[in-house]
Nanobody, 125 residues
Framework: QVQLVESGGGLVQAGGSLRLSCAAS????????MGWYRQAPGKQRELVAS???????NYRDSVKGRFTISRDNAKNTVYLQMNSLKPEDTAVYYC???????????????????WGQGTQVTVSS
């Protein structure tokens, strides 16, 4: 069974930095894409950044130049470095692992997508 555990959220003043981590446990063989989403109160969940297995990245316009997504395939972990944080970045942040394949007892299994439990990021003005 694959599980994702997030860490790194918290309260920070505007202009500050935080680093989010999301690690997967289980018998994982590969993860296609990894991403970070966020959801503010009363708003829909939105994609913040994503990274493919080959390392190609994509960011929403509002975080370009401030956020950096990276991944460590050996550790099945994705990171989100957030700098120059703004109050509008306040939200619950969720990691997503897309198209996960596991390997157990000599067989490969297409597991689908997994989500982290969410971590609160609050930026005060």
């Amino acid at each position: 069974q694959v599980q994702l555990v997030e860490s790194g959220g918290g309260l920070v003043q505007a202009g500050g930095s935080l680093r989010l981590s999301c690690a997967a446990s289980g018998s994982i063989f590969s993860i296609n894409a990894m991403g970070w989403y966020r959801q503010a109160p009363g708003k829909q969940r939105e994609l913040v950044a994503s990274i493919t297995s080959g390392g190609s990245t994509n960011y929403r316009d509002s975080v370009k130049g401030r956020f950096t997504i990276s991944r460590d395939n050996a550790k099945n972990t994705v990171y989100l470095q957030m700098n120059s944080l703004k109050p509008e970045d306040t939200a619950v942040y969720y990691c997503n692992f897309h198209d996960v394949t596991s390997y157990r007892s000599g067989y490969y299994y297409r597991e689908g997508d997994y989500w982290g439990q969410g971590t609160q990021v609050t930026v005060s003005s």
